[in-house]
């Protein structure tokens, strides 16, 4: 498994970059309305996950992780014109979580910490733009949850260990991804039998 792991890492990082071309396209055109607060999360929660992987030892599965924290990033620039939604207590308190997780890294120099309190925060982001997506499933691209989930299970066959330090991150982004396109074609579905 080892001598594939090259392969993987790179696939997720190849599936990483393709699943957010559609969504910067629908956000351009105006289909997809990116939740600003929740990109917001997400980029600086990419960078603590990319710099805590880095620091458990990760290698090729830091691919997909890498390319996310700059994809991140861009969704939030564009999200900051063409997308809704703004900074609450709430997001705050997201925020805060993933700084705890940076000093909890620092202080303990356990990055499973560090990767504990991103998932933590991220299902926050998660949360917020949840209302938004179930009242108008449109407003987010399924394709690129849907292909997000693939770079996730890519990413943790790249880990090429059983070492849940490095499995635990890639792992939750394939899940958390699934089921968020789930969600988002379910709902779509019931406008449609409802419409």
Not at 70 to 83: E, M
Not at 111 to 124: E, F, G, K, R, T
Not at 168 to 195: H, S, T
């Amino acid at each position: 498994m080892l001598e594939a792991t090259p392969i993987l890492g790179l696939l997720a990082g190849l599936v990483g970059v393709a699943d957010t071309l559609p969504y910067v396209r629908d956000t351009v055109r105006g289909r997809t309305r990116p939740h600003r607060g929740t990109w917001l999360i997400w980029g600086v929660l990419g960078i603590v996950a990319c710099v805590s992987q880095r620091a458990a030892g990760a290698s090729w599965s830091l691919v997909l992780t890498a390319s996310q924290a700059v994809l991140t990033g861009v969704v939030f620039l564009l999200a900051v014109r063409h997308g809704e939604g703004g900074v609450t207590a709430f997001e705050l308190s997201a925020m805060a979580v993933a700084c705890a997780g940076v000093a909890g890294w620092v202080l303990a120099r356990e990055p499973l910490v560090a990767v504990a309190c991103v998932i933590a925060a991220d299902l926050s982001a998660a949360a917020m733009m949840t209302p938004k997506t179930y009242r108008d499933p449109h407003s987010e691209t399924l394709a690129m949850y849907a292909l997000a989930s693939v770079g996730g299970a890519l990413a943790a066959g790249a880990v090429g260990a059983l070492d849940v330090r490095l499995l635990l991150y890639p792992v939750y982004y394939c899940l958390a991804n699934g089921a968020m396109a789930l969600l988002i074609f379910v709902w779509r579905w019931d406008e449609y039998r409802a419409g």
